[in-house]
Structure formats: structure tokens, C-alpha cells
């Protein structure tokens, strides 16, 4: 029996990690892409982009991790077509205007699956919230990530189905998307333990046989993502609590990359003051040696991740895979992550209570501060408890037995829950249980008809102009209005007034020119002129709107009249 599929909305954007600015989002998006080739057992892969250059960079990412089936490119501008793999799979929690898209074709047609990333910006926010009145199907979907992250996305959702509430002076039912937690995944494969990768990096570092080396990858950015000093003092304390035998030293390995030097000044100046006897290294994490294979040189994972940006955190679990035990923030995705006391430690975490925080969401809406210094300000007010992370650090700086204990318990835990082979096989049974709901369930807003005027008006957020701005014009291109030639218009003239650049740029939108021509030549032949419908039929049967659209800039251009209705005229004489 075939397994679920569905169309990948594919930018190249959203699945690159080797770009300069690297985010978590990335190395999610190319983990997915990766293990969907490797374990979908898909016959065929489909690739929703905008343009064909997109869908064969598509086509050599997915080929270079394996993939030997078919791949068919849908354009955007083509939803319809997404009906044949039954689902479109979007990096994002952009559902709503995906629904919008699909209500001017047929809603039963296909399900629209979003995930979760960062959800703290103001347009997210506006995003979820909209789920709320666009036409989202219960065969939709977006994928929580952790648990934490489908609370928050809970609280925004019925904050403001209290206000359409209270708005309208009656309860609201809408209709949202599906909202399953599934974790994001790691080949645990890639992080198996090698003993010659850990000699060469440790080498390479100057870390001894007997020293502990402690690693931290990811962003290193105090406002954007974890604050180093309860890191930086809960080593330097764990140290005190429980020395290293004469002679060892204490290594912290931080990988990733700075914004800009002031923040590489800031962790660099902030570690010798903080944790004078720990050595620090600092390392680039967008390159792919470190990126890859600098888990084998350490004996202890952590991240104290304090930043409302984090929804999951893919970094523990890579720690997890490598057999590494981890020291985590007891904060949002990391709980669902590393079981306290059992793959390491979680460190307790703290926040002042609502509503403390409705200054800075007042400054970020009034735009006094912008996106980043809005987390940066918030980060400020999460705590991480140094003295608990001290407490965490010392035991397994102390014990190797404990490190090896909670470490093999870590990769089995990650391979368990959470290998591409497992996140896949959940995403597929999603995408096997939306297309239940979507041959099951009635529609939700169902347009009344399928006349143009109705369609015209499918997608609220953007409708067809030539309705809204109807009264605006002087008259309507109509089916019986009698288009002729202007007197000397030619193929050529045609011709020229499309290349024209005060015409070319609009080519995507008008007929071919050799529909153009053909119009011309019934026109010719009519004598006198004919009905624009008859002419459409006459020049592209079935395809009616562009023909339509180019009479228009026939018009506009003055290759030809365009007269009203021989009764209109009548009725107006």
C-alpha cells in the first residue's frame, strides 16, 4: 500500500544551512527534507515552488540524500493541481492563506499541513489569529513541535476567539486546523559515537584524555537565543564543588556563530570573567566539520536556553543521538526532550507573571523597539536558577560513570523517540488521517455557487479587483460587446505594442501573441466586427480569461474598438 505523501512548498530559504545568518528553522527544514527522502517510501516526490529553477535545486538537494523516484514540480500558480499528492506540506504556520487559495478551486481538494518555529513575532501572532475567520478546513493542519509551543498557540487562539466573542455579542465556532504534537527529528545515525573523530578534535583543541570538555552549539546570542552567564557561573561553581583530579582541566566548547563583534566581545570578555578557571573555546558552527563532528569531543551537552524565540530546540537531541548527557533549561520544547535525572538534567527556570510583560509587547506594538530588541528585552526577565545548574554540572563533571550511564540512556531515548525514521512515520499517519477527515467531513464555508462573481470574492484577503473596483470604471467588457479592428492594425503593429516596454513587463498576464494574431485574423475576416464571447470561443474555447483581459489591452493599446451591446446602445440613444 503506498505511503501518505504530500507536495513540499519548497524555497530554497527554508532548507539551506549554509547561509551566513544560520537558525534553528534551517537545519529543521533540511533534518525533515532529508529524512521524508530517506524513510517516506514515497513513489514520487512533488515540489510546490514558484519557479522550475526552484523545483531543480529541489531536485538536486533531494538527489544528493538519496532520492531515485520521479519528482513532479507544481507551480504556484497551479493549486488546483496539489488535488494528485492530496496534501501540501508548508514550513510555516501559514495555513490561513493557503486555505484562502484553495477556496477559489475546490476545499476538498487538498489539506494544508503548517509546523511551528518561532512564534513570538507580532505577524506570527496575526497569522494565528486569522485562523480564526479564513475558510481552514478540518482536514488542515499545523504541527506543534513541543508541547509548550501548543499551549502558547492555545492562549493566543482563545484570547481571541474572547474578542470576536465580545466583538460580536455571541459565541464563535470556528473552524482550525488540527494541532498534533510531533517533535522535529535527527538522524541518529550521523551522531553515533567515533572514537577517531573525538582523538582528532580534541587534539586539535588541546583537550586531554582526563579533562571533560562541555559543549554548547547553537547561535551565540545573549538576547536571541540563551544567555551565557548562568553557563559561564554554573561551571566555574560546579568546579568548586567537585574538582578534576591534578592535572585536568574543565572545557567549555561553544559552537556557533556572533551577529556582530560586540556581541563576540560580550561572550569572550563575559567567560574570563565568569569562568576564569574553565577553558573556553569558540568555534564557527556554520561550517559543516564543526557542525557535524564536534559532538565526538565532548563528554556533556547543554544549552540553558532563556529566549521566548525557542519552540522545540533541536540541539539537545543532537546531544541526545551522540550519547551525550545533557544539562538543559527546564524551558519550553527542552521538557519534552531530556527526562530529567535520566538523559541529564533540566535546570529550573523563572518569569515574572502577566501583566509585567505588557510594557514591552506595548513598546514592540508602537514600534519604539523592533523585533529584536522586543525577545532581547524579554529574555531579560527569564531566569535560569545558576546555583541548580552548578548542582547539575558537578556530578557529571565528577563521574564519568554517571556521564556514560545518562548518556547511553540519552541515545536511546533519541533514537526511540526521536530518529527521521519515527517524526516521519507520525507525519505521515497525520497526513493519512487529514485525508480521512477530508472524504469524511463537510466543508467549512462552502462558496454558494460557483458563478465568477462569487469566485471573484473567494479570497477575502485578496479579491479579484475587477470586482471590488467595479464601480470605478465606465463600463464592463461584456460577453455581447462588438470588438473591431482599429483602421491600419496589423500582426506587426500587434507585435510591436506587446514588446514595447511599456507593455512587456505585463506578458505573464495577457494571451500569447499568437492568440493575439489569431483574434486579429477573425476580426479581419468578420467584416464589421464580433461579440467578444464569440470571439473567445472562436480564438481559445474554455480559456476565456485571458483572451479577455487581452482585449482589454488591445483596447487600451488602440488596436482595437470596443463597442457596448447593440441594444445597450439602442436602449442609451
Known amino acids: ?64 540524500y538519496g532520492a531515485t523516484v520521479p519528482i513532479t514540480w507544481i507551480p504556484f500558480a497551479e493549486p488546483q493541481r496539489l488535488e494528485e499528492p492530496g496534501c501540501l506540506f508548508y514550513p510555516t504556520v501559514g495555513v490561513d492563506e493557503l486555505a484562502w487559495r484553495r477556496r477559489r478551486h475546490d476545499q476538498h481538494g487538498y489539506s494544508a499541513v503548517g509546523i511551528t518555529h518561532t512564534i513570538v513575532s507580532g505577524a506570527v501572532m496575526e497569522v494565528i489569529a486569522n485562523w480564526l475567520i479564513a475558510p481552514v478546513q478540518p482536514w488542515d493542519a499545523v504541527i506543534c513541535t513541543s508541547k509548550a509551543v501548543r499551549e502558547a498557540v492555545d492562549t493566543v487562539i482563545e484570547a481571541n476567539i474572547a474578542y470576536l466573542e465580545a466583538r460580536l455579542g455571541g459565541p464563535v465556532r470556528p473552524s482550525l486546523p488540527q494541532l498534533p504534537v510531533i517533535p522535529l527529528g535527527v538522524d541518529c545515525d550521523a551522531y553515533r559515537p567515533n572514537a577517531g573523530v573525538r582523538a582528532e578534535w580534541r587534539r586539535r583543541l588541546g583537550i586531554a584524555d582526563q579533562d571533560v570538555a562541555v559543549l554548547f552549539l547553537g547561535r551565540l546570542s545573549f538576547h536571541g537565543k540563551a544567555h551565557p552567564l548562568p553557563m559561564y557561573r554554573g561551571l566555574q561553581q560546579a568546579l568548586a564543588q567537585k574538582p578534576l583530579p591534578q592535572g585536568a582541566r574543565l572545557h567549555l566548547i561553544q559552537a556557533g556563530w556572533f551577529a556582530n563583534d560586540a556581541i563576540e566581545r560580550a561572550f569572550r570578555d563575559g567567560a574570563k570573567l565568569h569562568c576564569p578557571d574553565v577553558v573556553c573555546h569558540f568555534l564557527d558552527g556554520r561550517q559543516p566539520d564543526v557542525r557535524n563532528r564536534i559532538w565526538h569531543a565532548a563528554d556533556i551537552y547543554t544549552s540553558l536556553s532563556d529566549n521566548l524565540q525557542e519552540t522545540f530546540g533541536l540541539s539537545p537531541i543532537e546531544g541526545m543521538a551522540a550519547g551525550l548527557p545533557a544539562v538543559v533549561s527546564d524551558w519550553d520544547g527542552y521538557r519534552d526532550t531530556v527526562r530529567d535525572g535520566i538523559d541529564g538534567f533540566r535546570v529550573p527556570t523563572l518569569m515574572p507573571p502577566a501583566p509585567y510583560g505588557m510594557e514591552l509587547a506595548d513598546r514592540y506594538d508602537l514600534e519604539i523597539d523592533n523585533y529584536d530588541r522586543f525577545i532581547g528585552f524579554s529574555s531579560q526577565l527569564i531566569a535560569v536558577d545558576t546555583g541548580a545548574a552548578a548542582a547539575a554540572y558537578a556530578p557529571l563533571i565528577g563521574d564519568p560513570e554517571l556521564r556514560r550511564r545518562m548518556g547511553a540512556a540519552a541515545a536511546a531515548h533519541a533514537r526511540a523517540a526521536f530518529d527521521w525514521r519515527v517524526v516521519v512515520a507520525q507525519t505521515q499517519e497525520l497526513w493519512a488521517d487529514l485525508a480521512d477527515r477530508r472524504r469524511l467531513l463537510r466543508e467549512v464555508a462552502p462558496l454558494p455557487d460557483r458563478m465568477p462573481d462569487t469566485v471573484a470574492l473567494a479570497h477575502l484577503p485578496r479579491p479579484d479587483p475587477c470586482r471590488v473596483f467595479a464601480g470605478y470604471t465606465t463600463a464592463m467588457l461584456q460577453p455581447d460587446c462588438v470588438v473591431s479592428l482599429i483602421p491600419g492594425t496589423t500582426p506587426e503593429a500587434i507585435e510591436a505594442r506587446l514588446k514595447s516596454p511599456l507593455s512587456d513587463f505585463a506578458t505573464q498576464i495577457l494571451p500569447q501573441l499568437a492568440e493575439m494574431q489569431a483574434a486579429f485574423r477573425h476580426l479581419a475576416a468578420s467584416g464589421g466586427g464580433l461579440k467578444a464571447g464569440e470571439l473567445a470561443e472562436l480564438v481559445a474555447p474554455g480559456r476565456s480569461a485571458r483572451l479577455y483581459r487581452g482585449l482589454v489591452w488591445m483596447a487600451k493599446t488602440d488596436l482595437v474598438r470596443i463597442a457596448p451591446p447593440v441594444a445597450s446602445s439602442k436602449a442609451t440613444g
Open 1 to 64: 500500500m503506498p505511503r501518505p505523501n504530500a507536495a513540499i512548498y519548497y524555497a530554497g530559504d527554508a532548507f539551506d544551512t549554509s547561509r551566513p545568518q544560520l537558525m534553528g528553522r534551517h537545519s529543521a527544514g533540511e533534518g525533515f527534507l532529508r529524512g521524508f527522502v530517506r524513510h517516506g517510501g514515497v513513489d514520487r516526490l512533488y515540489c510546490y515552488a514558484r519557479h522550475a529553477g526552484d523545483t531543480q535545486d529541489f531536485a538536486k538537494r533531494v538527489q544528493a
